[in-house]
């Protein structure tokens, strides 16, 4: 939404509403405050300078002399790293821009994700059947990460789990296992390939031909051919 | 769904069996369809003698059938010719034989066992033949082989063969575009599907003379009246002149020899059974197994068509009736039971009676998104994987941020990986372009199953063609060592017979296990 606010937003900003902002020149202050109507969202410098009409030494000077007195901040936006992201100090940067709670200096925190996701796992594996925030509560009280989390962060975690094919989402029905659970609500499980375990690769996936990268160019009697594979070769080379 | 190398993998395999000839009057079927004698001297420049002993062979083993149609050309003439459509499904279920025969070895007996596998060998025999190679394995009475006919007959697995050639009236033009939707090669498959469901539709035996045996006994009755000194003999060439009508060149003088040959449908039908009640297993528990194998078994004759969306309905207490019959199921207790039948997705309250049935459709969905899944990652990767999954379950378009988030992969991999997928032909792609406030690309992606599983069942047609390839060609390499007396084998000699051996066990298994996953794309 913030994107679309443009100047015209900007002229309904009462210009007195942040006292440090006083003390700046005309320039700084009318890009200081396309600055902050963009919010969390940050501006880049270009548009900047295209929503301003400010020259573009100006513009350079008045944003070192804004960034020197803490109003505004640099941000590394996720779309596009090569340009340069502002921000009114007082925002943090939105999902957008840093990619989300998983992205640290604009890249994705693989190794964090993957240690929680298998904490998540494990703990439903001995639970056997866990909803969020059961799982949440077990996170915070072992004190494994020193970081909190929220609620929808743990969800993320345990969708890409379901999408891994390691935990399955089940809705309670209230009988068996699920009687400490309400009815309906949703809960999960592991699937029967355990914690680690791989899916069962299918019958396809377990012959060379299943994961050849050239079986569009293989023919019978082609220069690729079944007779004369390397996969067959090293597959049957008992 | 019929594809190319689909084609090409049933050419392989009556090429294997029957011969270059007989290949190549099968391979113009396949390729062109129905065809008359003339045209197939003409297409496969063969002698006419040479189609037409070829075309015997097939019929003989069900793999042709014959049927008059009105030739559009010939319509002013009003002329009615002979057509021979070759039976795609019935070449291919050729694979399946030691799948069949040890089906009905677990169902049945031995005995009934051989005298399946009697019937697979020759195509079409009539029960004095059958009973007659029975005699000849074993030294038992008849009475036997004949029981164990009886008992092949009453579980469906053999059937009295269809008509040698029905009357098909050709289909009016008003109702083929109707069926015309969809991708242009679906199009052509699909009209040509629908003559061969009308041709073997009006060659099949009615519902009641199909499975009957009452018939066939007074043909017997009558045979062993008028010629009792040698019947088989006889029956043998009634055979011949009772399918082979060719041209009338053979004029058919006997009508009443009833000849028998497999009940393929019934085949995949249990094949499809089974898949279910594993695939079942491997994702609920044994339990659950147990009891939809009890209610499909029970169910199986209401069936009336192999690709059955929901099993027949049955009560609760026949359910479980049918679950102490089997011995892993005399410990569950009916409540277990119905906690089962709630796990396999049915409704919990019913009617009074509490019928309860299956989706089965959606089991098979599942098998089915589990091998292309299984594909995608062992091709993929890991996060390839899992966007797969994420595509093929929300079954609609996603956009590539979107997607990053969903899967937690860095944004910049994701619409690498994404392409590639979609070179790969696993993923569609829509492009939109946004021009206000700036213009922006975004790129959205969804997973088309129909697409994406003929694609990927004419992949397995290939690995399977390669598989059988290979396996002739480490034969014919080894023919040599293989040759070797086995006193002879010793040293380096004796590894290779060990390796060689191996290798057989290796991609014949292989090409079995594969030959399950085409069943579950092509005949489930």
């Known amino acids: 939404m913030s994107r679309l606010q443009g100047p015209l937003a900007l002229k309904r900003k009462r210009p007195d509403s942040n006292s440090p902002s006083e003390s700046l020149t005309e320039q700084e202050r009318i890009l200081y405050d396309v600055i902050r109507s963009k919010q969390d969202m940050g501006i880049w410098t270009r548009d900047m300078k295209r929503e301003t009409n400010l020259p573009d030494n100006v513009v350079n000077k008045s944003l070192k002399s804004l960034q020197a007195k803490k109003l505004i901040k640099e941000v590394v936006n996720i779309q596009n790293k090569g340009r340069k992201h502002y921000m009114a100090a007082e925002f943090e940067p939105s999902k957008e821009i840093s990619g989300g709670a998983w992205y640290v200096e604009g890249s994705l925190d693989t190794e964090f994700i993957d240690l929680l996701k298998d904490q998540c796992a494990k703990i439903i594996y001995k639970q056997r059947v866990a909803t969020v925030e059961g799982i949440l509560d077990v996170i915070r009280r072992t004190g494994i990460f020193k970081v909190e989390f929220s609620t929808q962060q743990i969800e993320e975690i345990l969708r890409a789990l379901v999408l891994d094919n390691v935990v399955m989402d089940v809705k309670s029905n209230g009988m068996g296992e699920f009687d400490s659970i309400p009815v309906g609500k949703v809960c999960y499980i592991c699937t029967n390939k355990g914690v680690r375990g791989e899916p069962k690769a299918g019958a396809m996936a377990s012959i060379p031909c299943g994961v050849c990268p050239r079986i569009n160019l293989c023919t019978p009697d082609g220069i690729i051919s079944p007779t004369t594979c390397v996969y067959y070769n090293k597959w049957l080379d008992f | 769904m019929v594809t190319p190398y689909g084609i090409k993998f049933a050419v392989h395999i009556v090429t294997s069996h029957f011969g270059n000839l007989v290949a190549k009057v099968c391979e113009n079927l396949l390729k062109r369809g129905p065809l008359t004698l003339q045209q197939l001297v003409r297409f496969t420049e063969l002698t006419s003698v040479q189609v037409k002993n070829s075309l015997l062979i097939l019929i003989q083993h069900n793999c042709v059938q014959a049927f008059s149609a009105e030739q559009p050309d010939d319509i002013v003439n009003g002329q009615i010719q002979t057509q021979y459509l070759a039976l795609f499904d019935n070449i291919l279920h050729r694979l399946r034989f030691p799948k069949f025969l040890e089906m009905v070895s677990q169902e049945l007996d031995k005995d009934c066992e051989q005298l399946l596998e009697g019937l697979l060998q020759h195509g079409r025999l009539t029960q004095e033949q059958m009973y007659e190679r029975a005699k000849s394995f074993k030294s038992g009475v008849q009475n036997d082989a004949r029981e164990s006919f009886q008992k092949l007959v009453t579980a469906r697995f053999i059937e009295q063969c269809p008509a040698p050639e029905p009357f098909v009236a050709e289909p009016s033009p008003d109702e083929t575009p109707a069926k015309k939707r969809g991708a242009k090669s679906a199009k052509v498959v699909e009209v040509r599907k629908t003559l061969e469901q009308c ?78 009640v594993e695939n079942v297993r491997a994702r609920l528990d044994d339990g659950a197994a147990i009891v939809l194998r009890a209610l499909l078994k029970a169910t199986r004759a209401a069936e009336n068509k192999v690709k059955m969306e929901n099993s027949a309905s049955l009560s609760l207490n026949s ?27 049915c409704p919990s309250s019913m009617a009074i009676d509490e019928l309860y049935s299956v989706d089965l459709k959606n089991n098979i969905e599942l098998a089915r998104n589990d091998e292309v899944e299984s594909i995608v990652l062992k091709r993929h990767g890991k996060d390839a994987y899992r966007m797969f999954r994420l595509l093929s379950k929300a079954g609609r378009l996603l956009e590539t941020d979107k997607i990053s988030d969903m899967t937690l992969v860095e944004k910049k991999d994701t619409p690498k990986i994404l392409y590639k997928l979609w070179q790969d032909d696993y993923l569609y792609m829509e492009k939109v372009t946004v021009t206000v406030p700036r213009q922006l690309n975004f790129l959205l992606w969804k997973v088309n199953k129909t697409i994406l599983y003929e694609r990927v069942l004419d992949e397995m047609y290939h690995a399977a063609l390669n598989l059988s390839l290979r396996t002739a060609y480490e034969m014919d390499q080894q023919k040599e060592v293989l040759a070797v007396p086995l006193a002879k084998r010793t040293g380096p000699l004796e590894k290779q017979c060990e390796r060689i051996k191996k290798v057989k066990i290796y991609l014949e298994s292989s090409l079995m296990k594969l030959d399950d996953a085409i069943m579950l794309f092509h005949d489930f």
Not at chain 2, 217 to 245: F, Q, V, Y
Not at chain 2, 322 to 340: I, N, Q, Y
């Open chain 2, 199 to 276: 041709v073997l539709e009006a060659a099949a035996p009615m519902e009641a003379l199909r499975f009957s045996i009452m018939t066939n006994l007074e043909a017997e009755n009558d045979t062993e009246m008028s010629k009792d000194s040698s019947p088989i003999m006889h029956a043998g060439e009634k055979r011949k002149s009772d399918t082979l009508e060719l041209d009338g060149e053979f004029a058919s003088d006997n009508k009443e020899v009833t000849l028998w040959r497999a009940n393929f449908e019934e085949f995949i039908r249990c094949l499809r059974h089974k898949a279910c």
């Open chain 2, 319 to 345: 359910i479980f009736e049918e679950v102490m019959k089997s011995e892993a199921g005399r410990s569950m207790t009916l409540d277990r039971v119905r906690a089962s039948l709630v796990q396999l997705g």
